[in-house]
């Protein structure tokens, strides 16, 4: 460790950083600038970074990185800024590394179907740009148009399509990273397998804990044949629960089976006009792709569990603008929970399938308990659930209970025998939630792997691991659950 | 809500959930890559400066400045930010509260001391032709910014390189020349009823020939548009109250205006002069062209013209009205006109307003990306509904490449003989 003071060693990182970015953008002295990388998508956390780094190169990186494990400097990755965990937020007097104007695609393979881009690069891009060889970028998060490639690795960020298809994790064969001791290494290769340990998996969701991704090697895929959609309305959540367990039930793997509630519909409606129902108490959204024999059939079987389930309506999309503007509508959901009120928390909790509908009465007796509304999207294939809760930030009383409700939603879920991300990842926010979940030797065995990685503890500290300061002295102590123990339930 | 010195309002920030959903669709944001120079950015600092975290300083202006008013982040918007009125907000309480440099200060005054009088204007508009012959905009290049002299360079290389045709005569009653379906006003304008009488003429032509009496009273002022934008909202008041003082009592089923820029505040004077009943009034009646027409329907006999014409989607028509198919419509009324589309085509072309005059640069990157994507597609004639947008087009464009309102096609295609 350097000996000198803080502020001197981060007066003399403003003074070299500069020459180290040549191409590039140093932020040092415009405080309003600083100012807007205080938060990420996640506006309830917030810390103004010393500096920020608009990097073109991995070798600005690099240098940037080196400076900062010299002279013992805290900094954090960013992407786009979409993280709903506050994962990007920066460490008190650290830097961040955007990556954003690293956004270019070095080469797309038709052949072995690989993109290998840069960290900036939008994910829609990358389908965007592979579709006139007929192939597209898999992984589909709700803010694909906006988030970062190097976001989703960071995050293993997924999206509805990811029942069928998996998280980013399936699909990045290698990553270019720039470690916290300021070294560039390739983990994994171009072939699905590779021999050894997977380093390249452990750096995948690692929420910008183990270093900075610089290029990433994506897998394509080529665009289903043929692809359906439905929208099913239904008159009670439970009811539509019941229909995404038959689906599955039948050994169906759709592409995508989105689930929402009444007032999630109404605000998505708002937003974007999809042509959903406002009368229905909850909607599914399912898509079938693969050849279009295969998907004729599926589609018949969907329809009939939903029909048998009690579905109200069923819309087909008639073509790709109608398939379009129903996603559109469902992509739109979180932000479209600004019309319904001033502010509201996004939670992201998993749990058993089978759990689903009785979760959500579960959610309602607790919203009903602190008079506050909860807007409801999921990925319903994955037991992966969004609730959003609603408040007035002008109220402090208000404030404080949503936050107390959406932490309550959460331990529901471990409660349940599910998890307390399934995509949003644990950052800032759920930080102190890992230790409901987790016991200290699971925590210690993760620490040990990021120390082999960081050993000054530079690379996005204080996120992912419950800190004392962060959580008060006595983090809960996971418990397991009856169900877990009686072997019914599995934790994942 | 009234523009003022106090600020954006808590309550239409508040609005803005930090998404970042209209990142990709922001201009300055795909140029610089900058949180700050984004409109979720920009909304914080506002943000932030609400709640004494960051000051009203040089670089707070430098990223409100930057922002091209362009309106697309509103469109890409899922959460409904009123972004357009967070802006002027912004705008108006550096005009009011920030001291800018003394150059920076010469240069609007310059601008607004000009642009908004068509008296004023006439004789920079005859400098502009003369010095396009005698080539004195090569002043403009390697001066990307700076003093009154590279600004006095930047807009004579704006202006076009033939004084256009004569205006139409004010103070007259144009009438239908078809079937009578009402009467309607036509607003004229600062620039472009110095600039742009050829459109103005087309619009009679086309709107006589559709069944209306075209009333086009003399002595309207400028809108006040350029001004309110730029944040000039004391300038942006008074232009906008005369303007209501003179034309408030006509009797017109609707007033018509050619310019998009002009539309956007022309339909929300509510917000320049709030609480004002006759300004109320005649926002309500105010209609782009494009949307008339189109609301209206076509009934004239339209001749073949075969070309092909480049469409560009003003911002303040596409974004700050939603304005977007009417103007396709019109022009595939034409027969034998075929419409296509630049790649990006939802991108600022950098004009903006004053845009092009004090942010020179980022509007010179703007204008030559907006019109390569234009060349790439081999046009007869580039068509956009805003004057601002014409001449920014066309100074970044081969001189071979025609330019003009859609509704001079639609007249051009009246007068052409039926093949
Ligand atoms: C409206 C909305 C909808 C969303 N929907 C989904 C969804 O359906 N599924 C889903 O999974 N997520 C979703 N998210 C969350 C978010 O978009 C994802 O987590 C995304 O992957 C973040 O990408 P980003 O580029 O914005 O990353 P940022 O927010 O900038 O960063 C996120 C994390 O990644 C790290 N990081 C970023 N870039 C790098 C890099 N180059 N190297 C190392 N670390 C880096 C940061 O340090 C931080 O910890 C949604 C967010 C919003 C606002
Ligand atoms: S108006 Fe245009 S330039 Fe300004 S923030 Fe919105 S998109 Fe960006
Ligand atoms: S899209 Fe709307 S809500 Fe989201 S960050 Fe931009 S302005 Fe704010």
Same mark, same amino acid.
Do not use: F
């Given at each position: 460790m350097p000996i000198a003071s803080l502020s001197d060693r981060i007066a003399e990182f403003k003074r070299r950083v500069v020459e180290l970015v040549p191409h590039g953008e140093c932020i040092v002295g415009d405080a309003p600038a600083l100012s807007s990388y205080g938060a990420d998508g996640l506006i309830r956390f917030r810390q103004t970074p010393e500096v920020v780094v608009l990097a073109k190169s991995t070798e600005e990186v690099r240098a940037v990185v080196s400076l900062c494990a010299e002279l013992g400097i805290p900094f954090v990755g960013r992407g786009s800024g979409t993280g709903l965990s506050g994962g990007a937020v920066p460490p008190a007097h650290g830097v961040v590394i955007a %990556?954003? %104007?690293?956004? @270019?695609?070095?080469?797309?393979?038709?052949v072995d179907r690989i993109a290998v881009v840069e *960290? @900036?690069? %939008?994910?829609l891009v990358v389908s965007e740009r592979s579709a006139p060889l007929g192939l597209y970028y898999a992984p589909d998060p709700s803010s694909q148009s906006v988030c970062s490639i190097g976001g989703n690795v960071a995050e293993n960020s997924g999206g509805a399509h990811c029942l069928k298809y998996g998280f980013t994790t399936n699909h990045v064969l290698a990553v270019e990273v720039v470690l916290p001791d300021g070294s560039v290494e390739v983990l994994g290769g171009e072939s699905p397998f590779e021999p050894g340990l997977d380093l390249r998996s452990s750096f995948v969701g690692s929420e910008g804990t183990l270093g900075i991704v610089t290029k990433v090697w994506l897998r394509l895929l080529s665009r289903p044949e043929a692809v359906r959609t439905l929208v099913a309305d239904f008159d009670s959540v439970e009811s539509a629960g019941a229909a995404v367990s038959a689906i599955i039930a039948a050994g169906i793997v759709p592409a995508a089976i989105e689930m929402m509630d009444a007032l999630a519909i109404e605000a998505c409606e708002k937003a974007v006009a999809a042509g959903y129902s406002l009368d229905a108490a909850a909607a599914l959204i399912v898509e079938v792709d693969g050849s279009q024999e295969e998907v004729d059939a599926l589609y018949e079987e969907v329809k009939t569990a939903c029909i048998t389930c009690g579905t109200t309506k069923i819309r087909e999309a008639a073509d790709q603008a109608e398939r379009s503007r129903i996603w559109l509508g469902r992509k739109a959901a979180f932000a479209a929970a600004g019309r319904l009120a001033p502010a509201y928390i996004v939670q992201d909790g998993v749990v058993p399938r089978t759990a689903l509908s009785s979760i959500l009465g579960r959610i309602q007796e607790l919203a009903n308990q602190v008079g506050l509304r909860v807007a409801n999207v999921f990925h319903a294939g994955d037991g992966n659930l969004h609730p959003l809760v609603l408040y007035n930030p002008d109220s402090t009383q208000e404030s404080e209970a949503a936050e107390k409700l959406a932490t309550e939603i959460v331990e529901l879920c471990v409660e349940i025998g599910g998890s307390i991300t399934g995509e949003h990842g644990v950052g800032l926010e759920k930080a102190c939630s890992m230790a409901a979940m987790f016991d200290d030797g699971d925590l210690e065995a993760m620490q040990r792997l990021r120390v082999a990685f960081d050993s000054q503890g530079i690379a996005n500290p204080g996120k992912v691991f419950p800190t004392p300061r962060l959580c008060g002295d006595a983090p809960g102590r996971y418990r397991a659950h009856a169900l877990e123990l009686s072997g019914e339930a599995v934790r994942f | 809500m009234s523009v003022g010195a106090? @600020? *954006?309002?808590r309550k239409l920030i508040d609005t803005c959930v930090h998404c970042g959903f209209c990142l990709p669709a922001c201009p300055t944001y795909q140029l610089s890559s900058n949180e700050a120079e984004s409109p979720r950015g920009r909304i914080d600092l506002m943000r932030r400066y609400l709640d004494g975290a960051i000051g009203l300083d040089a670089d707070f202006v430098a990223h409100i400045d930057s922002c091209l008013g362009c309106m697309a982040c509103v469109k890409a918007c899922p959460s409904g930010v009123d972004y357009e009125t967070l802006i002027v907000e912004a705008k108006s309480m550096i005009h009011a509260s920030f001291q800018r440099p003394s150059r920076q200060r010469l240069v609007r005054k310059v601008i607004f001391a000009i642009m908004p009088y068509p008296a004023r204007m006439r004789p920079l508009a005859r400098l502009g032709s003369l010095s396009k012959r005698l080539g004195v905009e090569r002043i403009a290049k390697g001066r990307a910014s700076g003093g009154v002299a590279a600004t006095l360079a930047s807009a004579l290389a704006l202006l076009p390189r033939v004084a256009n045709s004569a205006v139409p005569a004010r103070n007259r009653l144009y009438s239908a020349s078809a079937p009578r379906r009402g009467v309607v006003g036509l607003l004229t304008g600062c620039v472009s009823s110095v600039l742009f009488g050829s459109t103005e003429q087309a619009a009679i032509d086309v709107l006589c020939a559709e069944g209306f009496d075209v009333l086009v009273p003399g002595g309207q002022g400028c809108c006040g548009a350029l001004a309110e934008h730029a944040g000039e909202a004391p300038l942006a008041r008074r232009l906008a109250g005369a303007l209501v003082a003179r034309l408030g009592r006509e009797q017109v089923d609707a007033w018509i205006t050619t310019s998009a820029g002009c539309g956007s505040t022309l339909k929300s004077y509510d917000r320049l002069l709030p609480g004002n009943p006759a300004s109320r009034e005649f926002s309500e009646r105010v209609r782009d062209i494009h949307e008339f027409l189109y609301q209206q329907g076509l009934r004239a006999d339209y001749k073949p013209l075969g070309m092909r014409v480049a469409y560009h989607p003003a911002c303040h028509l596409a974004n700050a009205q939603g304005i977007v198919d009417e103007p396709l419509a019109l022009l595939r009324a034409i027969p034998g006109c075929e419409v296509v589309l630049p790649g990006q085509s939802g991108t600022c072309c950098g004009s903006a307003g004053i845009y092009n005059l004090v942010e020179p640069a980022t509007a010179q990157v703007l204008g030559k990306a907006k019109a390569s994507s234009i060349a790439e597609l081999h046009a007869d004639v580039v068509a956009t509904g805003n004057p601002g947008c014409l001449l920014q087009i066309a100074r970044y464009s081969d001189p071979g490449l025609a330019s003009a309102h859609p509704v001079e096609l639609l007249a051009r295609s009246l007068r052409a003989s039926t093949a």
């Open positions: %990556a954003s %104007a690293m956004k @270019g695609i070095v080469e797309i393979d038709p *960290p @900036g690069v %939008a994910n | 106090t @600020g *954006p309002e």
